[in-house]
């Protein structure tokens, strides 16, 4: 999905994780980067036409070896070294990266010029990203490994409904107090508590994010920037981004006239934490304490 699809163009500053940087959280700017290379002309070409660098000049520091300088648009400098080898990556390491974020505008520019100059447009860390994050990763001639990234906080927050419908659960005598089950078509967790049944939203209120349930801890976990959730939907998270974080989101229950667990896909039910009345039983059933 993210190597292929583009976000909406925006020329916002990007923001992280729902983050907004403190005053000391980031260094605004850096003077110089230095990179080993070992063929200096290849090099000055590739950062130049690939990544769109200015070329500053040839051998303008003290250093005996050939070296280059190029400066990005928002005034840092990369230095090129030239040296006869440099150290390669420990076998199936990705190894150091450094990563440049963009404006979401700034990305699809950047995905389009990687494909002008045949340059294939990879994720490697794809099915770690979640809804709404773009990186792709690009190597230099030297294998220096760069991310490419920027957040479209549109499409990581949105509501995401499904298109199951309705679907039918079986029946409600079939369910223990603490029992959870996965609907995939419908993108939900049906969860038994005591109060009763929860259809619970896979989707992660923190960022749009794929939660999946542990057992061996009773609660959902989301495993991209590791939000928590108890099996009532509550937010079990407590530091950074994660504090005050919303309960999952419910889909309305219903039960057939013989007793079995109808959930509505169609609908989506938003709420900051569980209280009771979210959970719903069969008429006649009563709620068993926890």
């Known amino acids: 999905m993210h190597k292929e699809a583009l976000p909406n163009p925006s020329d916002e500053l990007p923001t992280f994780y729902g983050l907004e940087p403190e005053e000391d959280d980031l260094v605004e700017r850096f003077s110089h980067f230095t990179i080993a290379v070992t063929d200096l002309d290849r090099s000055e070409a590739w950062y130049r ?20 300088i190029l400066r990005m648009n928002t005034g840092q400098l990369f230095i090129l070294i030239q040296h006869e080898s440099i150290d390669q990556d420990r076998l199936n390491s990705q190894g150091v990266h450094h990563g440049f974020a963009l404006t979401q505008s700034q990305y699809i520019r950047a995905v389009q010029r990687l494909r002008d100059h045949g340059i294939p447009v990879v994720a490697y860390r794809e099915e770690f990203i979640s809804r709404g994050q773009y990186s792709i990763d690009v190597e230099d001639p030297d294998g220096h490994h760069y991310q490419i990234e920027t957040m479209d906080e549109v499409q990581a927050h949105e509501i995401i409904f499904p298109t199951a419908g309705v679907i039918d659960c079986g029946p409600a005598d079939g369910y223990q107090v603490g029992d959870v089950k996965p609907f995939r ?21 923190h960022m749009n994010s794929l939660i999946v349930y542990q057992p061996e801890h009773w609660r959902f976990w989301c495993p991209m920037h590791v939000s928590t959730f108890d ?16 309960a999952l989101r419910l889909h309305p229950i219903s039960f057939s006239p013989d007793g079995h667990v109808l959930v509505d896909t169609s609908q989506i039910i938003e709420r900051d934490v569980f209280r009771p009345g979210d959970a719903v039983l069969p008429p006649g059933h009563p709620a068993i304490a926890r």
Do not use: K
Not at 185 to 205: H, N
Not at 231 to 246: C, I, K
């Open 49 to 68: 036409d690939v990544i769109g660098m200015d070329v500053v000049g040839r051998n303008l520091i003290a250093d005996e070896r050939p070296n280059a």
């Open 185 to 205: 078509d419908g993108t939900f967790y049906l969860s038994r508590v005591g109060e009763g049944f929860l259809a619970l939203s896979r989707w992660c209120t």
């Open 231 to 246: 099996r009532h939907g509550n937010s079990t998270s407590s530091s950074g981004a994660h504090a005050d974080q919303l």
